[in-house]
DNA sequence: CTATAAACGAGACGGTACGTCGGGTCTTCTG
DNA sequence: CAGAAGACCCGACGTACCGTCTCGTTTATAG
């Protein structure tokens, strides 16, 4: 996840002497202006959720935050997605089963958050502009997982197929969990939770029951 | 879709005769509202969207359109969705297969546009602030579809377990191709597209390849 | 007081039958519109004092007053001095003294309604559009009063002296009594009022209580 | 001229320190707005005289404007009135008479302005508005002048009686200079204007000639 | 007794100004 | 030189008013 790269000023001087002058920023910063971030979205939503009123929460000047991140979308990016990698959802499924189910719910998860819900909009505004970060996005978030899925699935074919397959899962999981949590009142929808991993593993309509 | 409903003067009223008074709103006026909207949502984005600029090239008075819709939001939604149920999408479909196909089809049209794709945000937004909204959608939107696929899907077991089967299947279908056209750039979707419909009909992992 | 003639409609055609055809206007309308803006005025003061609130005051539908009036401005002078010339002020007065108390108690009378103070704003505005308003309104309403001053005072000297004191006196009565009114408070002004009427008969500094 | 000391953010707090915190106001800001507003006043007149309008005019955005003024009136109010009192217009007169003459010169300048007449509308609004704002101008306009003035009719009588008068005079020329200005076309107004000071000082209907 | 014509109440319409608010930048002072 | 405070520009938002227009209805005269 490197999102937050693309804006930094760009100090990183050839010196690394030279990196060390004047007072070094405070760590706690940016740390207390995440937590505010994702505090706000989940409690006010993102139209409330001010650059002001973040820095008014984390007890920090606005140029603080700007220092640190070159928008309101980059904060708010990193705020609800800067955790990702951080532990890989699916590093200890060993066929695709567990790993469907572990990946259904992880995102499941992710997208419950309200802080992840209310994020949502903001970040769609900024794939809109930048075309470059919802494939940075999908590949740092879901690479490895797919990378992993593909090569369980690799039973013979060829390595583009599994790969394709991989993909197509991943576009699912992600898109299905993010509609339901996003369209679906949380309390009826249990039963459609327990259901969608096995949808995704053998299929809607299977042959073998067309055959009977 | 009824979200427009919500927003008008509450009229209405018990007696249809009290309906006549005055001059009548002119029914051009919200068309070319809404096309406008839909143009400059493709062209320009979501935010260059503004009011002032639909109500431009609608040539129509900015009053005008805040005597229809009360926000924005209500009339980009309206823009974007409001045409929904004018022509089911998978009506002529004759099973399962064929449904999948034909749903998948019409959903990564749907997320093809680019008024759609830039709508979005605006959209999210609004369902962050009216938990109403989202069921609505997805009743209106996805509700006829799943009840046909539910009917096709009931081989002999219960109700409940077709209708809960076609809601996994359409929230993978339309979330999947959702996040797809979002993440993805256009041209090397291709193969996943037609990868897409065959996962959600027999699923990533078939029984019968893991027994050989 | 022809301001009002500026707008009707050019109706009056050449022959009287033709006039008759068709819904007569309800005279009533009129009367109901000029005191409902009289009263708005002196209750909400000019910037309240609606279209809109006259109509629905009076009882009266908007286009009944743009049908009268060609706009607000056209429609609250006449509210204000429409009923000036129905009783010369200062008819009965046989010299120049009396003469001029009339004429001071008038005044400040007419500028102690509120309805008057309130509509002042609205009428200057007009005077700055239309530059034929204010001599039109200084004319008709000073005119016949100074006229019969500068006979009053006609002792003698020519005529043009005459005339030519009898309007600053007519200046000074009105701005006078109208600065009083809009800057002072109600209370403390009684002193004030009952010497303003000598100062301009005799003079601040008299010369002959100079000498002694 | 306190008049802008309303609106301002309640600053001025207990300390002196706390004061200057924050980036400063600019100050010229605050004068190159006034001198927009003066200009497009002379120019445009009161309607025309926008927010935008002046912002832009002045090279400044329309926040700084409602940063420093609650309303278009405030502002607009101290353009044209806010340099009272930097010169006392009379300071140097000797005698009633001379008094009355430079008064009466120099409303009647100020009243030829044609920012001044523009801004009258509005000012009168404000006045209706706002019921202590025309007697603070009033003392501050001409309250120092009605001292001096008093101070040279005191003769023999009374303070209270000079006061009287000299408040009376100034009464007169203010509001005589003020309908001159406003009603009247300016060419034919010379002759009036000669003869205004004299009535002042002499009245129109002097006794000693009424006895010949 | 019907036809015509105009006025009527209601309210939508285009245009435009107002005052507010948010984003992102810049400028001061303090530590 | 980082940091807090806050002023700055830009521009969108939603509201209100003005003066015009279009409805359907009512009321008068004309034929």
Chains 1, 2, 3, 4 share one sequence.
Not at 15 to 36: M, N, V, W
Not at 103 to 123: D, I, M, Q, R, W
């Amino acid at each position: 996840m490197d999102f937050e790269e693309v804006a930094p000023d760009n100090l990183t001087p050839d010196e690394d002497t030279e990196r060390l002058r004047g007072r070094p920023r405070d760590p706690a910063i940016g740390d207390s202006a995440l937590a505010a971030a994702r505090e706000l979205l989940a409690e006010v939503g993102w139209d409330k959720t001010t650059m002001v009123a973040i820095s008014e929460r984390a007890g920090v000047g606005k140029p603080a935050l700007y220092r640190r991140w070159p928008s309101k979308t980059h904060l708010v990016f990193e705020a609800v997605f800067g955790w990702v990698d951080e532990s890989p959802p699916v590093a200890d499924a060993t066929d695709p089963e567990e790993w469907v189910r572990a990946s259904c719910n992880y995102t499941l998860e992710l997208f419950a958050k309200p802080e992840v819900k209310a994020a949502l909009p903001g970040l769609l505004s900024a794939f809109a502009e930048r075309g470059d970060l919802p494939s940075t996005l999908w590949s740092e978030f879901g690479g490895p997982g797919i990378a992993m899925l593909a090569q369980m699935l690799n039973r013979g074919g060829g390595d583009a197929d599994a790969m394709r397959d991989a993909q197509a899962t991943m576009l699912f999981i992600v898109g299905g969990t993010m509609v339901l949590r996003m369209l679906m009142p949380e309390n009826d929808s249990a039963p459609l939770v327990e259901r969608m991993p096995d949808i995704l593993l053998h299929g809607v309509a299977p042959k073998e029951q067309k055959d009977t």
